[in-house]
Nanobody
C-alpha cells in the first residue's frame, strides 16, 4: 500500500515556474515507477511524465517535453515535477501516481495508487 500526497500547486503567470512534490508513505516506494498526470475541467486525465524506480529513466508527453522535468529522491520518498515556461493550457489538477511496474509507463491503467491532486492555474 502506498499513500501519496501532492503539494506545490498554485497560481502562476504564463512563462513562470512551479515545482510540484509528491510525498509517499511506505517502505517500498523505491520499488515503484512514478508518474504525473493532469486533468483539466471537462477533459480526461492525461499522462504528463513518468520515472522508473531508480530515477535513471524518464519519459514525457510531447506537450511538456523540454519544459517539465520529473525526478525522485528515494531517500525522502518523494517525487518531483519541475515545471518551466508554463502555459495557460497547462492549467489542470495534477496527480502523482505509483505503478508496481518498476519501469517507466505512460499507461494510466498501470498505476495502482493515486494522490488527491494539486491545482495548477496558469494565467495569461
Amino acid at each position: 500500500q502506498v499513500q501519496l500526497v501532492e503539494s506545490g500547486g498554485g497560481l502562476v503567470q504564463a512563462g513562470g515556474s512551479l515545482r510540484l512534490s509528491c510525498a509517499a508513505s511506505g517502505r517500498t516506494f523505491s520499488m515503484y515507477a512514478m508518474g504525473w498526470f493532469r486533468q483539466a475541467p471537462g477533459k480526461e486525465r492525461e499522462f504528463v511524465a513518468t520515472i522508473n524506480w531508480s530515477g535513471t529513466s524518464t519519459y514525457y508527453a510531447d506537450s511538456v517535453k523540454g519544459r517539465f522535468t520529473i525526478s525522485r529522491d528515494n531517500a525522502k520518498n518523494t517525487v518531483y515535477l519541475q515545471m518551466h515556461s508554463l502555459k495557460p493550457e497547462d492549467t489542470a489538477v495534477y496527480y502523482c501516481a505509483a505503478s508496481p511496474l518498476s519501469g517507466t509507463t505512460h499507461d494510466i491503467r498501470h498505476y495502482a495508487y493515486w494522490g488527491q491532486g494539486t491545482q495548477v492555474t496558469v494565467s495569461s
